[in-house]
């Protein structure tokens, strides 16, 4: 009897995914199967799809995607999970047609996500990125960085009662972070203009918290400038390109706290993303603005290109299946 196959987004060098046709994976003690719906797009996806030199090709079926949702297919052995639940799932493997994770790694959606895609491990990353930042109601903070990630941390922010600045390139992510409660937006196009724009609204004070969220040398030295004394500065962005500078004295002089807010304790991630489910069952958060851009398995290259290239009204990209 032939073994059963699935469908396998392979990234086979720097620019190049092939689908194959590879086994279907069963589960072993402890493990769930996720027939896919679809998997969201990371920008962290970017590096290796351009190629790095670390990199070795190619690579497993399915990897890089690891915000996948779908139903659960069948279980190994010690698994309190029932076939037929929809689950979102925080596994690595999830450009594929079906996906292996632990039970811990699964999170059961409600009846009120029936209908959605939820690509779970950023919104829980963005819960999480809230929860490092230690927000602080009718304080003054600043966003850097209004994608995906940015503008979720906006929402909670301006929920939690903080005063948000949201600062990005274009301005239909600034519309965006304004929508998610920013109280002031301001354009990343001059380094010494957005210090003294903040300094003109904090009253010279600048932020007691900063998070950045772009993930490059420019936002990190402006976050630097950006927070006042005895600050936090949360790092949120996805530094995975080379070394950084940072510029010591400052951090020193301000007597700063500098928190990287990329959750790897797994029972830590889960909990971000069952509060992200939570507040998206209760309506308190709604993804649909966010998930902007749609496509198939076959499409993943220019999914890819439209995470680096942001065309018109792009927030995430996400793959159904």
């Keep these: 009897m032939t073994a059963p196959t ?8 720097p620019g190049a995914i092939e689908l194959a046709r590879v086994p279907v994976p069963a589960p072993g003690p402890g493990e ?20 790095q030199p670390w990199l070795t090709y190619p690579g497993e079926p399915g990897g ?7 139903v659960v297919d069948a279980v190994g052995d010690d698994v309190d999970l029932a076939p037929g639940t929809r689950v979102a799932t925080l596994s690595g493997r999830s450009y594929a047609e079906y996906d292996l994770a632990t039970a811990e790694q699964v999170i059961p959606l409600p009846p009120e996500l029936a209908t959605l895609p939820f690509p779970a491990e ?17 304080e003054w903070m600043a966003i850097i960085g209004a994608g995906f990630i940015g503008a979720v941390v906006t929402h909670l922010a301006a929920r939690a009662g903080a005063r948000v600045i949201a600062i990005s390139r274009r301005a239909e992510s600034r519309a965006l972070a304004r929508a998610m409660g920013a109280e002031v937006t301001l354009p990343m196009d001059d ?6 724009a903040v300094k003109t609204v904090t009253g010279e004070a600048l932020c007691p918290r900063v998070i950045e969220c772009a993930g490059a040398q420019w936002p990190l030295d402006l976050a630097t400038e950006l927070v006042g004394f005895g600050g936090k500065l ?32 797994p029972a830590v991630q889960r909990r971000g993303v069952e509060q992200a489910v939570a507040a998206v069952a209760a309506g308190t958060l709604d993804p649909a603005p966010l998930l902007t851009h749609r496509f198939t398995l076959a499409q ?14 792009f927030v995430k990209a996400i793959i159904t299946l």
Excluded at 64 to 70: A, I, P, Q, S, T
Excluded at 122 to 129: D, L
Excluded at 235 to 251: E, K, L, S
């Design 64 to 70: 890089l995607g690891h915000e996948g949702w779908g």
């Design 122 to 138: 950023p919104f829980g990353c963005a819960f999480n990125v809230a929860a490092r930042a230690d927000l602080r109601p009718g």
């Design 6 to 13: 699935m469908l396998a987004a392979i990234l086979t060098g």
């Design 300 to 313: 993943l290259p220019e999914a890819l290109a439209a995470t680096r290239d942001k065309p018109e009204g």
């Design 191 to 196: 380094h010494w203009r957005i210090i003294e």
């Design 32 to 51: 769930v199967r996720i027939a896919l719906e679809g998997c969201g797009v990371c920008a962290s996806n970017l590096e290796p799809f351009a190629g």
């Design 234 to 265: 949360v790092v949120a962005g996805y530094h995975q390109d080379g070394p950084r500078q940072v510029n010591m004295q400052t951090w020193n002089w301000k007597g700063i706290d500098v928190i990287n807010a990329h959750e790897r304790d």
